[in-house]
């Protein structure tokens, strides 16, 4: 039973427009949520992060946006840039559990020239 | 360059087999996370340890053990090799022992196929 959903594989931008990624979520005991980004040969990479107290998290070009009752996030690059092109995950985690983090499937972003 | 190290970045083995995977957290992180990466499932989390002892486990097999040595180096054992076991395995390190409001550093990997 997958936890965190990422239901687009692949998306395409144009460079200078805004790139939406979404997330999708069915446990209600998620409180945390990240975004990592993932370059072919390397780790993920740290993005950003949300607290379930709040619905909104900006980090320059990367904004978070998180509805509890729809138990859906979603990550705005603006704009987007050729260097964006990348894998992104989508992670949660409950705080009191420790368990270590609930990845997506990740949804490779493709920005064109 | 997140400041986690991992060794080897490739490794090719037998079925049968028993190898061992090392990671050395960023300075100062005393939390090890270990997590597999296969083409079906995605980035899973197995196991973490934090200052020397075991934390928390996800779908870490009973094939496959870890430990965290005071230096705060952690190893992945994986005995018993199975063709499923090829995959990234993936490392992480954070300061605190959860990972709430905590992020998770991530190493480069290490390749693991089993022929």
Known sequence: DQQVKQNSPSLSVQEGRISILNCDYTNSMFDYFLWYKKYPAEGPTFLISISSIKDKNEDGRFTVFLNKSAKHLSLHIVPSQPGDSAVYFCAATDGGGADGLTFGKGTHLIIQP | ?115
Do not use: M
């Not at chain 2, 597999?36 to 899973?44: A, K, N, R, T, Y």
């Not at chain 2, 973490?48 to 054992?77: C, M, T, V, W």
């Open chain 2, 1 to 115: 360059d997140s400041g986690v190290t991992q060794t080897p970045k490739h490794l090719i083995t037998a079925t049968g087999q028993r190898v061992t995977l090392r990671c050395s957290p960023r300075s100062g992180d005393l939390s090890v996370y270990w997590y597999q990466q296969s083409l079906d499932q995605g980035l899973q989390f197995l196991i973490q340890y934090y200052n020397g002892e075991e934390r928390a486990k996800g779908n870490i097999l009973e094939r496959f053990s870890a430990q965290q040595f005071p230096d705060l180096h952690s190893e992945l054992n994986l005995s018993s090799l199975e063709l499923g076991d090829s995959a990234l395995y993936f490392c992480a390190s954070s300061l605190l022992g959860r990972p709430s409001y905590n992020e998770q550093f991530f190493g480069p990997g290490t390749r693991l196929t089993v022929l």
